[in-house]
């Protein structure tokens, strides 16, 4: 008997131990969970700031100078006076070395019948691939070819260099007469340009010197024109429809006995009327 209530009290204490250790620990956990949740401070509620807008320039330089921890410039200011200091450079070289070029001047001179070639280059600040490059344009009318037979000996052996009408790159007015057409020639192989300059120059005197030289064989061959429709083609402005190719309308083609006849008082200067 004695030994079954000892075994019930220790249930029973058994018991009760475990239950208080459990509403115990229970009620540490939600202290702490109420402690934690007061005594952690609230993340503020975040505002839009000054940088998070739209600043204009005067506004930016007003919050720049209200900073005074600031011992230099931005870098954007730096930016703004190197522009200044290029800009300054140039204009003291033009106040001081431009007028030290005037004794270099030189009257322009059309070229004449001796200078038929036009030069074309490209010149850039920095280094560049292109600079190297050289064209030159000439009007078949103006090489020293001895008949028509030699023009077109030479309009031949120039192939798809030569056009009717003067390239658009070449610096002549696309109002000039064609003539015979023109032979273009460009050369970007050697390192100088004056090398480049150099070979065009003996290619040009080569093709000379051969179309200067009679061949019966040569008369009955037609002129080649397929690069000529060809690059037409390839523009689409007009020229390849309806068979427009070199015989598209200008104003040269306009009737000259159409446009108004102008007054006769017309070649006078005009004055100031004293009214």
């Known amino acids: 008997m004695a030994s079954t209530l000892s075994c019930l009290t220790r249930r029973a204490l058994l018991n009760h131990a475990a239950s208080s250790s459990a509403s115990s620990s229970s009620h540490v956990a939600s202290r702490l969970s109420s402690t934690s949740s007061s005594a952690l401070p609230r993340e503020p509620r ?19 100078d209200k900073v005074d921890d600031l011992n230099d410039s931005a870098s954007s200011a730096h930016l703004l006076l190197q522009e200044k200091r290029i800009v300054r450079h140039y204009l003291r070289l033009i106040e001081v070395e431009m007028p030290n070029l005037a004794a270099l001047r030189k009257p322009f001179s059309p070229p004449t019948t001796k200078e038929p070639l036009i030069v074309r280059s490209v010149d850039y600040l920095s280094d560049h691939p292109m600079q190297r490059k050289r064209c030159v344009v000439v009007a078949v009318d103006n090489l020293p070819l001895k008949d028509t037979m030699a ?3 030479l309009m031949m052996l120039a192939g798809p260099r030569w056009t009717p009408n003067p390239p658009v790159d070449a610096g002549i007015s696309k ?3 064609w003539g015979n057409g023109f032979v273009k020639i460009s050369c970007e192989d050697y390192p100088q340009p004056a090398q480049n300059l150099k070979w065009i120059s003996d290619t040009l005197d080569r093709l000379v010197e051969r179309a200067n030289v009679p061949d019966p064989a040569w008369e009955d061959l037609p002129i080649d024109l397929r690069h000529v429709y060809a690059k037409s083609q390839k523009a689409k402005k007009g020229e390849h429809l309806r068979g427009r190719v070199l015989n598209k309308p200008t104003f040269r083609d306009f009737p000259q006995e159409w446009l108004p006849k102008l007054p006769a008082d017309t070649d006078k200067q005009p004055t100031l009327s004293s009214s």
């Open 46 to 64: 975040r505002t839009k700031s000054v940088l998070d807008e739209e600043v204009s320039p005067e506004q930016l330089e007003t919050i720049l």
């Open 151 to 153: 023009k077109k000996r």
């Open 175 to 177: 109002y000039a007469d």
